[in-house]
Every structure is written in structure tokens, then in C-alpha cells.
């Protein structure tokens, strides 16, 4: 499994973007995608997560409402739109693919086999 992340660059606050996620996979049954960030100093945290099949969704608080995770499975790819952005959305954000997840371990970096490279997000005041 490989994974490309992309559509990172500069945003004023309040701003929107829209990052991409391909995803290259033989088998996309029982995967679930996820973005996470990480900002400089800071652990890399959850942003949000789908499941390919269902497309069931799980948010962060910090960005829920605000953040809409998606797929385009003709594509394969994952998008993480991203409105009224702030200044602490600043980070670089990771894709992350893995099988057999259940809910509640889809917030854990460490269900997720496969990472992409991360694509820097930048918001300014």
C-alpha cells in the first residue's frame, strides 16, 4: 500500500484547503484512511479517519465541524477539506491507511501500517 499526500501550502486564518490522499492499494476491503498532523514540538495527533467501506467517519474535537473528511473511490482518493482554518491548524498533516480497524482504535497512529509523506499546512494570522 502506498499513499501520496498533497495540497498543503499557505492559508490565512479563516481560510480553506483541500488536501488529497491517493491511495495505491490491491485491495481496498476492511481499510479505513486517516489524516493526522503533526506541529513543530508537538506529538502528531488524530485529525480525522473513513472507512472505505461505509465511509463512517471519526473527528478530533479540535477540528470537528469545521474539517470533512471524504473519498472518491473511483480515484482512490481521500480528501481532507479543510475551512476556517486557525492558526493552530498549522502542521505537517500525514495519510495513514490500515485493515481490520475497529472504531475505537482509529484515533491511534499506531493502528495504521502504511504512511504517506506529509504535506506541510501553514496558516497565518
Known amino acids: 500500500v502506498q499513499l501520496q499526500a498533497s495540497g498543503g501550502g499557505l492559508v490565512q486564518a479563516g481560510g480553506s484547503l483541500r488536501l488529497s490522499c491517493v491511495v495505491s492499494a490491491n485491495t481496498f476491503t476492511n481499510y479505513a484512511v486517516a489524516w493526522f498532523r503533526q506541529a513543530p514540538g508537538k506529538e502528531r495527533e488524530f485529525v480525522t479517519s473513513i472507512k472505505w467501506s461505509g465511509g463512517s467517519t471519526t473527528y478530533a474535537d479540535s477540528v470537528r465541524g469545521r474539517f470533512t473528511i471524504s473519498k472518491d473511490t473511483a480515484k482512490n482518493t481521500v480528501y481532507l477539506q479543510m475551512n476556517r482554518v486557525k492558526p493552530e491548524d498549522t502542521a505537517v498533516y500525514y495519510c495513514?491507511?490500515?485493515?481490520?480497524?475497529?472504531?475505537?482504535?482509529?484515533?491511534?497512529?499506531?493502528?495504521?501500517?502504511?504512511w504517506g509523506h506529509g504535506t506541510q499546512v501553514t496558516v497565518s494570522s
Open positions: 495513514a491507511a490500515g485493515s481490520g480497524l475497529i472504531t475505537s482504535s482509529m484515533r491511534y497512529d499506531s493502528s495504521y501500517s502504511y
